[in-house]
């Protein structure tokens, strides 16, 4: 097969790493790809939120499958425009992938679904999300309701910091509307699900640390380290969380006419009350997909394939009896602004245990040199036979890593351990 992946972070270069062992790849691509992909797959600078630039390409190609990484390509419609000129495509159309792009759209398909999710109300203009506040009071969780590049949540402990995130959100991307919702008290756990619209195959679970510094504290980031499987998440929970959130919505998603293709993430919070959905995403997270796909041993270019031809039913997934973390390694200022262009040493030292992959997420290539080229820029991933001994694994990994500019939190994992 020939393959195009689009994207250029960790997660895409754990999907090219995955594919890239497949026996039936013939070629991989990627765009735009970064410094560590370049070793498995052919980086190609395309825009990937072009359908016009990626459809040439594939033509060009010959390319048997399309693989879509991150949202903005899905709320591109990337997936839609490929699908018309007779792309194979994994990754949900436009409409499915309002799962993502809006978080009223899955409120109210919640709403029609019976899935638990957090009380809310939705507010197109600042005056009257503000008054809703001072009338509920904090803590209340205040969020933008389109993409937002995973900064548009605000978990507010008092009226006058929700009061403050209303006009942030208001003054930032994806902040035509904003959503108001109940604060939900538990442990969040993220669960992955491979679906054709027709057939539901659990992937995994794992868990993910959103916040910047260690002990869960500081800014909300697109996420600074994981694990899988989570022992959080129990096969009595996750059996919960598909009956009651994943087969409604998917169910009410294909009666609505728009059925969901793809990998679907559902972010969960563990509650007394059982598991209510937080938020739905059309893609893999990232970093959960660095530290899922390494436990994989099921080849899994033809269930991406199978995804995307409709023929999912009957595949099973065979998996490594093993635990896997992903530590991410960030430019010192994420989530704020940061610098770009610091080398960075030791990555080959860095990997020398079979069990460790150092997945790149925001690196350049120049010359010889591996450059820092965005906010998280690396992931050290680490298997291990428990958590405690891949995260020892990972930890020693890093110590390899010579990046003065950089930053890691030091205790992922510490929930499970
Ligand atoms: P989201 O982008 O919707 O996943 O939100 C980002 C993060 O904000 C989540 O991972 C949670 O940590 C937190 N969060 C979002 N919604 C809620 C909620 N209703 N209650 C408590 N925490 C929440
Ligand atoms: N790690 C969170 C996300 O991918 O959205």
């Given at each position: 097969?020939r393959v195009?992946?689009?994207?250029?972070?960790?997660?895409?270069?754990?999907?090219c790493?995955?594919?890239a062992q497949?026996?039936?790849?013939?070629k991989?691509?990627?765009?735009?790809?970064?410094a560590?992909?370049?070793?498995?797959?052919?980086c190609t600078?395309l825009d990937?939120?072009s359908d016009?630039?990626?459809?040439?390409?594939?033509?060009r190609?010959?390319?048997?499958?399309?693989?879509?990484?991150?949202e903005?390509?899905?709320?591109?419609?990337?997936?839609?425009a490929?699908?018309?000129?007779?792309?194979r495509?994994?990754?949900p159309?436009r409409?499915?992938?309002m799962?993502?792009?809006?978080?009223?759209?899955?409120?109210?398909i919640?709403?029609?679904?019976g899935a638990?999710?957090?009380a809310?109300?939705?507010?197109?203009l600042?005056e009257?999300a503000?008054?809703?506040?001072?009338?509920?009071?904090?803590p209340?969780?205040?969020?933008a309701d389109?993409?937002?590049a995973?900064?548009?949540?605000?978990v507010?402990?008092?009226?006058?910091?929700?009061?403050?995130a209303?006009?942030?959100?208001?003054?930032?991307?994806?902040?035509?509307?904003?959503?108001?919702?109940?604060?939900?008290?538990?442990?969040e756990?993220?669960f992955?699900?491979?679906?054709?619209?027709?057939?539901?195959?659990?992937?995994?679970?794992?868990?993910?640390?959103?916040r910047a510094?260690?002990?869960d504290?500081?800014p909300?980031?697109?996420?600074?380290?994981?694990?899988?499987?989570t022992?959080?998440?129990?096969?009595?929970l996750?059996?919960?969380?598909?009956?009651?959130?994943?087969?409604?919505?998917l169910?009410?998603?294909?009666a609505?006419?728009t059925?969901?293709g793809?990998?679907?993430y559902v972010?969960?919070?563990?509650?007394?009350d059982g598991?209510k959905?937080i938020?739905?995403?059309?893609?893999f997270?990232?970093?959960e997909?660095?530290?899922?796909?390494?436990?994989l041993?099921?080849d899994?270019l033809?269930?991406?394939?199978a995804?995307?031809?409709e023929?999912?039913?009957g595949?099973t997934?065979d998996?490594?009896?093993?635990?896997?973390?992903?530590?991410?390694?960030?430019?010192?200022?994420?989530?704020?602004s940061?610098?770009?262009?610091?080398?960075?040493g030791?990555l080959?030292?860095a990997a020398t245990?079979?069990k460790?992959?150092?997945?790149?997420a925001?690196?350049?290539?120049?010359?010889?040199?591996?450059?820092?080229?965005?906010g998280?820029?690396?992931?050290?991933?680490?298997?291990?036979?428990d958590?405690?001994e891949?995260?020892?694994r990972?930890?020693?990994?890093?110590k390899?890593i010579?990046?003065?500019g950089?930053?890691?939190?030091?205790?992922?994992?510490?929930?499970?351990?």
């Amino acid at each position: 097969m020939r393959v195009l992946v689009l994207g250029g972070g960790g997660r895409e270069h754990a999907l090219c790493w995955s594919i890239a062992q497949s026996p039936l790849l013939e070629k991989l691509y990627c765009a735009p790809g970064n410094a560590g992909i370049a070793a498995v797959a052919e980086c190609t600078a395309l825009d990937p939120d072009s359908d016009e630039a990626v459809i040439a390409f594939c033509q060009r190609e010959s390319i048997d499958l399309l693989v879509i990484g991150p949202e903005a390509p899905l709320a591109a419609g990337v997936s839609d425009a490929a699908r018309a000129a007779d792309i194979r495509v994994f990754g949900p159309s436009r409409a499915a992938a309002m799962l993502e792009i809006s978080k009223t759209f899955t409120k109210n398909i919640c709403d029609a679904s019976g899935a638990p999710t957090a009380a809310y109300a939705a507010f197109d203009l600042p005056e009257d999300a503000k008054a809703h506040v001072r009338q509920t009071g904090a803590p209340i969780v205040v969020k933008a309701d389109g993409l937002a590049a995973g900064k548009g949540v605000i978990v507010a402990e008092t009226e006058a910091d929700a009061l403050a995130a209303i006009d942030h959100i208001f003054d930032g991307p994806g902040g035509a509307s904003v959503v108001l919702e109940e604060k939900l008290m538990g442990e969040e756990a993220s669960f992955f699900i491979l679906t054709d619209g027709k057939t539901i195959l659990p992937l995994a679970g794992a868990q993910d640390h959103k916040r910047a510094y260690d002990g869960d504290d500081g800014p909300n980031t697109g996420g600074m380290g994981a694990y899988s499987p989570t022992p959080s998440l129990t096969p009595m929970l996750e059996q919960a969380a598909l009956e009651q959130i994943v087969t409604p919505i998917l169910t009410e998603m294909t009666a609505r006419g728009t059925p969901y293709g793809g990998i679907l993430y559902v972010g969960l919070m563990l509650t007394a009350d059982g598991p209510k959905l937080i938020e739905i995403n059309a893609r893999f997270g990232d970093p959960e997909c660095q530290c899922i796909l390494p436990r994989l041993k099921t080849d899994l270019l033809p269930v991406l394939a199978a995804c995307a031809d409709e023929t999912l039913a009957g595949t099973t997934l065979d998996w490594r009896n093993e635990t896997c973390i992903t530590v991410v390694m960030a430019a010192k200022g994420y989530p704020g602004s940061y610098d770009k262009g610091d080398p960075i040493g030791g990555l080959t030292d860095a990997a020398t245990d079979p069990k460790v992959t150092v997945f790149h997420a925001g690196t350049k290539a120049d010359g010889d040199q591996t450059l820092a080229n965005g906010g998280r820029v690396l992931g050290i991933t680490a298997l291990g036979q428990d958590i405690a001994e891949a995260r020892s694994r990972a930890y020693s990994a890093i110590k390899a890593i010579d990046w003065p500019g950089g930053f890691h939190r030091t205790d992922i994992g510490w929930r499970a351990l």
